[in-house]
């Protein structure tokens, strides 16, 4: 169990994103948030039949609905809204949110339901730390003052929007509208600096004391528990899988030595260049 100490105190944490937004006592804070970042009123949300779905990682029935549904999903009308929070994005998370959207999308389909029908899907993506690399819309990464960027993947069935958490922490306090308050405060380290944000906005003072709640919540921090443990295992299994594959690079390449192959050979048949090669053949096996 991990203490409140070893809590993690920001909402762009995975689980503690997913975990506050999705908790049905703040059912009319994702509303809200889902007001804020779409073209729908809270009055008329509230008037929906909104369809939550989320379980945690330790509670899922079905071990494919992450893949199919991503973090959290949404539904109404012939609407699904697939909400994603990054505290890292790159190129694989881009890749991830289209398929998320993609798969969402196929799925709402009945057999032999034509791909124009009426079912949209809409992707809500929070990102942070952005990779240079990254191939998206250049707006991600040219202007500092740009926090939304669309991103139409095919027009009028789905899409995704993305808003930068990195550069709505930049903003002064004076600069900001509700998209941006709710971005500063999913990025806000703890508790005091979401309390600042969140000045003169009730709904999302509550939330930050939902938040300081939950964390000090002994049934929460088991469940922290069990994921810090969880990801700490895949974390040195992925390590011993490298070693693995380092040491069994490292055996190939000397072996190939030994009958004589050259540096340029080896370089061909292995993708590495002579000085990675180099560098590896002065490891011991």
């Known amino acids: 169990m991990l203490t409140t100490k070893e809590m993690p105190t920001s909402l762009e944490n995975d689980l503690l994103f997913k975990e506050i937004l999705t908790h049905p006592k703040n059912r009319d804070k994702l509303i809200y948030f889902l007001a804020c970042f779409t073209n729908f009123t809270e009055d008329y949300l509230n008037k929906q039949n909104l369809k939550v779905y989320y379980e945690h990682t330790f509670l899922k029935t079905k071990l494919q609905d992450k893949a199919l549904r991503g973090d959290i ?23 991830k949110s289209l398929m998320y959207v993609m798969r969402i999308y196929a799925t709402s389909l009945e057999r032999g339901e034509n791909y124009k029908s009426s079912h949209q899907v809409l992707g809500i993506n929070l990102i942070d730390n952005l990779e240079n690399d990254t191939i998206i819309n250049p707006k991600l990464q040219s202007n500092a003052n740009v926090v939304y960027d669309e991103t139409i993947v095919l027009n009028n069935v789905f899409k995704i929007d993305f808003y930068r958490l990195d ?33 003169g906005d009730q709904k999302l003072t509550e939330l930050n004391e939902s938040i300081k709640e939950y964390i000090n919540d002994e049934k929460t921090r088991i469940l922290f528990g069990e994921w810090a443990e969880y990801i700490a295992l895949k974390k040195g299994e992925r390590n011993g899988e490298r070693k693995g594959e380092r040491k069994g690079l490292l055996k190939t390449i000397q072996n190939m030595l030994k009958n004589n192959f050259t540096l340029e050979d080896i370089s061909k048949a292995t993708d590495l260049s002579i000085a990675e090669i180099e560098k590896l053949r002065k490891e011991k096996p």
Request: with cysteine; net charge positive.
């Open 167 to 199: 550069l709505a922490k930049k903003l002064s306090y004076n600069e900001t509208n509700k998209q941006v308050t709710w971005l500063k405060f999913i990025g806000a380290k703890d508790y005091n600096e979401r309390k600042k944000i969140a000045k």
């Open 73 to 95: 999903l949404i539904e109404f009308n012939d609407l699904k809204i697939n909400i994603e929070c990054y505290s890292n994005f790159d190129v694989a998370s881009f890749d």
